[in-house]
């Protein structure tokens, strides 16, 4: 079967890091997937012409129900879409865009949130039918390079301390985008800097201004960086969003035991356990606070850290991931009446999650 997959592709971002790695599930089943960037479209005419040009074309996969999503509603071959924080947290809150994210809801074959929180919101103001839409973690792996030197990469940084390996340092992996809030812990961080120069926030995202004790990556070393940095001696791992949440900052420090701090937001807290797999913070004084916490009390450390790698490699795994998608697409390839039996009697997507 041959697929078209719409997402946003943006180098060096969650989304297309994720519509690749799904893209590499579904051809490993034995299916074609041309992933092409939702970018390249500016109405649902257009992919629709494309479709109708490339007969070859037997289903369409989406990832965002607006951005993506609203480009199939014109084809007329039958398609899934995958959805996550952005489409409940900020798009829902447009009416305009709310409508346009129902009908492509309705149409869809299947949907697949990413947590049960986003599936329980996406029923309560998209869709009723809940049986349409599957809860399916995203995967995770990480490799680690051997040749990764952490005083190189912090001095590489403008890091102007001498010695570096007394760092503690802070990691805020986000695109320098207002939704994501990056200044948020600014002033309470460059206090608490002053204090005590040897606690230093790293912001890896776009490049900008250096300002006081945060360091700022171009977008063209953050995957290469990432990985290997969460190996070294990093004391936590620092997620903001003004409103809405993306699980991807959280798996690498986690599968690689180091403890997160996350802005007590509900998409955060869907995901993060206060003092079980991480720590809430609610204003920036809490986050000194909690970050106190954190330096102060191994037991808290060891157990934040424990835990977490547990909670990804429980819900998070590979082969789950790459299972759930064989089956969706399966049964995007039955034929219409095939597919509703399929789906009556539990034989394509039975054992999906829920």
């Known amino acids: ?5 719409l997402a946003c592709l943006s ?3 969650g989304n297309h890091t994720t519509a690749e790695r799904i893209r590499s599930h579904i051809e490993s089943a034995g299916h074609t997937c041309e992933l092409r ?3 390249e479209f500016q109405s649902p005419a257009e992919v629709a012409n494309l479709i ?8 369409a996969l989406a990832i965002h129900l607006f951005k993506a999503g609203r480009l199939l509603l014109d084809i007329q071959i039958p398609f899934g879409v995958i959805f996550g924080g952005t489409d ?5 809150k447009v009416e305009q865009k709310r409508v346009v994210m129902e009908q492509v809801l309705q149409k869809a074959r299947f949907a697949v949130a990413f947590t049960d929180k986003l599936k329980e919101e996406a029923e309560l103001y998209l869709l009723s039918q809940s049986s349409r839409i599957y809860v399916q973690p995203q995967g995770i792996q990480t490799e680690v390079s051997e040749k990764f030197c952490w005083s190189e990469f912090l001095r590489s940084s403008d890091a102007s301390i001498e010695h570096v390996d007394e760092l503690r340092v802070f990691i805020l992996v986000c695109g320098l985008r207002r939704v994501k809030d990056p200044l948020y812990l600014v002033e309470v961080f460059s206090e608490w800097h002053y204090e005590n120069p040897l606690n230093v926030l790293i912001i890896i995202g776009p490049k900008c201004t250096v300002c006081l004790c945060l360091f ?8 290469q960086k990432i990985d290997p940095l969460f190996t070294v001696e990093v004391e936590a791992v620092v997620k903001r969003a003004a409103g809405r949440a993306c699980q991807q900052p959280f798996w690498r420090p986690w599968i690689s035991g180091v403890p997160v701090l996350a802005r007590d937001i509900p998409g955060n807290a869907a995901v993060v356990q206060h003092e079980f ?8 004084q809490e986050f000194v606070h909690q970050s106190h916490r954190l330096l102060s009390d191994h037991e808290l450390r060891e157990r934040v850290v424990r835990n977490g790698k547990l ?10 991931e790459r299972e759930t998608y064989r089956r969706l697409v399966d049964a995007l390839s039955a034929r219409k009446s095939g597919y509703k039996d399929a789906v009556q009697n539990n034989l394509v997507l039975s054992a999906l999650p829920n």
Do not use: C, W
Request: aromatic content about 10%; charged content about 15%.
């Open 52 to 59: 109708s040009s490339n007969p070859t074309f037997e289903g």
């Open 216 to 223: 700022f990556l171009s977008n063209s070393v953050v995957r």
């Open 311 to 320: 909670y990804v490699e429980e819900h998070h795994g590979l082969n789950q």
């Open 1 to 5: 079967m041959k697929l078209l997959f």
């Open 277 to 284: 797999t991480g720590l809430l913070y609610s204003s920036p």
């Open 37 to 39: 960037d939702a970018a």
């Open 11 to 13: 180098p060096n971002t």
């Open 88 to 92: 409940i947290n900020e798009d829902v």
